[in-house]
């Protein structure tokens, strides 16, 4: 789900992890879990995931494995339908859904030994833990990857859009479908790639102080 975008700071198990581009060396050998929700709205307190999907990848963007799903809430009574105008899921796709329970095992062993990675990974983590804590099943990330504050490194000047649509533009990525968490986390784990050798190349550059000598 393409999300406000907003400033992130940093899987479990995993080295310490700074979005600054000075660590994407820590990244070499690493894979990472790209993780999209689509949800009822943008508040993880009063709204609910109705579809997750993860796509494991190694630094080079080979696919390792993948998981997607729509989601069954646990207390259907707690849970009210909504932003289907913008994700297409109907209320019949999610009573026919895996149940969340299930669904958070299953995400959680793909991505295990993987760094969390995400577009706007604040957003996606408020619901994780959320979702999590609320069916006794808590996972809690404090260290992950933000394509969105990597991306606005690579900007200093700021100046163009971090938003996942432009950047997929901006870098000639395809998406299948907007609003689809497979898709989405598709191209996010493409942009990660493209990101992070972009990073690389800048930090391989000589500064302009030892340009001069």
Known sequence: ?????SEP???ESSPAISNSLGF???FTHQ???VIDFETTGLSPSTDRILQMAAVVIDANGRVLDSFETIV????PSEY???AEHVHGISEDDVRNGMPLGLAMRRLRKISQNSIFTAHNARFDLGF???ESTRIGQ???ITDYVDTLSLSRDLDPKKEYSHTLTNLLEKYGISRAIAHNALADAKATAELLVVLLAEARQRQNQPTEEEVSK
Do not use: K, N, R
């Open 1 to 5: 789900m393409q999300q406000p975008s």
């Open 9 to 11: 700071t940093a899987t």
């Open 24 to 26: 994407t060396d820590v």
């Open 31 to 33: 894979s990472f879990a």
């Open 72 to 75: 069954t809430p646990e207390q």
């Open 80 to 82: 009210t339908h909504g």
């Open 128 to 130: 994780l833990h959320a």
């Open 138 to 140: 808590p996972w809690i």
